[in-house]
């Protein structure tokens, strides 16, 4: 992907055919929600290139780096998601009587009044996911796909890694600047733009999620708030998502600081609305620079993203808008001229 320089100004047949195919190929994966093995692909792919830091070894050093730090991120995913299956009901069983009691001594009217009514609530607000995960064995098998697909995807971006070239024995052809040979430097330069996209909105969502995680932890630490697993682990998973992401983490942490006490709870609360005027700096600071695109256009993204691909897709979705910019900037357009000789 990045031997081959995109943002290249773009006309003729091969370039128009190469627009297409990239039109093709995101439409594809948004159909048949294929945005965890482009994610993947990508996220793998930026960790080879960062890995490959040292001449002597060169790419199979950083391929056996990376299959180690695989390994690594998986058993500590693993572990956070089992901590996670077993603080969650703890969390709303002790919670949700401190909330609701907070509640009433405020006289603020909840939608909800115990945990069966909270769980109905949630059911009612993701209810296409619930029916979607219905049944134990859909969603083992959903499991089973998302493994597949995330194997699929690190086997793509090594294979990148080693070899980027889209076309093979070129030079056997008997005539050098053929269609086909012409579409492949397009299409190249189209992914090329795409990844660059990626390594841009995700480096810096990577280095901001980063940044907040490190502060939290020694919020978490400091006070001694219950469950530090979870709440580190969903504040840098969740901060990986724009905008959307920050509001779950903190409904998490939050009600994690009323399993202590109402107190806690507020303490929780000053602190994110804190870290959070630290975010609009960092934000315009890392990603403002970077990312020339207005909120509420992310933010229709991440809509559009949720509803064809699921929370892969809302990750995806400002990688894409941004590549459009990107892809769109390069594109000069000649402007009509007035009777006088002038533009429009």
């Known amino acids: 992907m990045a031997e081959v320089a995109p943002n290249q100004p773009n006309q003729g047949k091969p370039a128009r055919i190469s627009f297409?195919?990239?039109?093709?190929?995101?439409?594809?994966?948004?159909?048949?929600?294929?945005?965890?093995?482009?994610?993947?692909?990508?996220?793998?792919?930026?960790?080879?290139?960062?890995?490959?830091f040292l001449k002597r070894g060169g790419k199979l050093l950083a391929i056996g780096?990376?299959?180690?730090?695989?390994?690594?991120?998986?058993?500590?995913?693993?572990?956070?998601?089992?901590?996670?299956?077993?603080?969650?009901?703890?969390?709303?069983?002790?919670?949700i009587p401190s909330v609701i009691q907070w509640g009433e001594q405020h006289q603020i009217e909840l939608p909800f009044?115990?945990?069966?009514?909270?769980?109905?609530?949630?059911?009612?607000?993701?209810?296409?996911?619930?029916?979607?995960?219905?049944?134990?064995?859909?969603?083992?098998?959903?499991?089973?796909?998302?493994?597949?697909?995330?194997?699929?995807?690190?086997?793509?971006?090594?294979?990148?890694?080693?070899?980027?070239?889209?076309?093979?024995?070129?030079e056997k052809y008997a005539v050098r600047d053929n269609l086909y040979s012409l579409c492949c430097d397009h299409i190249a330069r189209r992914f090329a733009a795409l990844y660059q996209s990626f390594a841009t909105v995700i480096g810096?969502?990577?280095?901001?999620?980063?940044?907040?995680?490190?502060?939290?932890?020694?919020?978490?630490?400091?006070?001694?708030?219950?469950?530090?697993?979870?709440?580190?682990?969903?504040?840098?998973?969740?901060?990986?998502?724009?905008?959307?992401?920050?509001?779950?983490?903190?409904?998490?942490?939050?009600?994690?600081?009323?399993?202590?006490?109402?107190?806690?709870?507020?303490?929780?609360?000053?602190?994110?609305v804190v870290i959070h005027k630290l975010e609009y700096f960092l934000n315009s600071k890392i990603i403002g620079r970077r990312i020339r695109n207005p909120l509420w256009l992310t933010l229709l993204a991440l809509v559009l993203g949720e509803k064809l691909m699921g929370i892969p897709g809302m990750i995806l979705a400002p990688v894409v808008l941004n590549y459009i910019r990107m892809e769109a900037s390069q594109i000069e357009v000649k402007r009509p001229l007035d009777p006088s000789g002038n533009p429009v």
């Open 65 to 95: 780096l990376f299959v180690l730090l695989v390994s690594v991120l998986a058993y500590g995913l693993g572990h956070f998601v089992k901590q996670t299956v077993r603080a969650l009901p703890e969390i709303a069983d002790k919670a």
């Open 204 to 272: 810096a969502q990577i280095v901001i999620s980063a940044i907040n995680t490190v502060i939290t932890t020694i919020f978490v630490l400091g006070v001694g708030l219950p469950h530090p697993v979870v709440v580190v682990g969903m504040t840098f998973l969740c901060g990986l998502i724009p905008v959307i992401g920050n509001l779950i983490s903190n409904t998490v942490i939050v009600g994690i600081g009323f399993t202590v006490s109402p107190k806690m709870a507020l303490a929780a609360l000053v602190f994110l």
């Open 113 to 170: 009044t115990d945990y069966d009514s909270l769980k109905d609530l949630a059911f009612d607000t993701v209810k296409s996911e619930v029916k979607y995960l219905g049944s134990v064995a859909r969603f083992a098998r959903g499991a089973t796909t998302q493994f597949l697909f995330v194997l699929v995807g690190c086997v793509v971006a090594i294979s990148i890694f080693l070899n980027p070239q889209l076309e093979l024995n070129r």
């Open 20 to 52: 297409l195919f990239m039109l093709g190929t995101l439409v594809l994966v948004g159909c048949l929600h294929l945005a965890t093995p482009l994610l993947v692909a990508f996220f793998a792919y930026l960790a080879l290139t960062k890995l490959h």
